[in-house]
């Protein structure tokens, strides 16, 4: 089942890590430093239209486990 809020819009924070945890899971706030460390990390991830590194919430869990 596809997660949605009362609107019937889609919770991406389900999906997707927010900048709170990257910025968390990396330990840096600057996105350019931010991607250096997932590079680092060896955790996949994309770039969003403003270059925020954006994680597949999955990717990490499934590292945890």
Known sequence: ???LNA???LRT???FLSQEEV???TGFKQKKKQVQQL???RI???LDSW???IILR???ENRLD
């Open 51 to 53: 270059e925020y590194p």
């Open 13 to 15: 924070t389900d999906f």
């Open 58 to 60: 999955r990717t990490v």
């Open 23 to 25: 910025a968390r899971l």
């Open 44 to 46: 996949p991830h994309e």
């Open 1 to 3: 089942m596809i997660p």
């Open 7 to 9: 609107n019937n819009v």
């Open 39 to 41: 590079i680092r990390m």
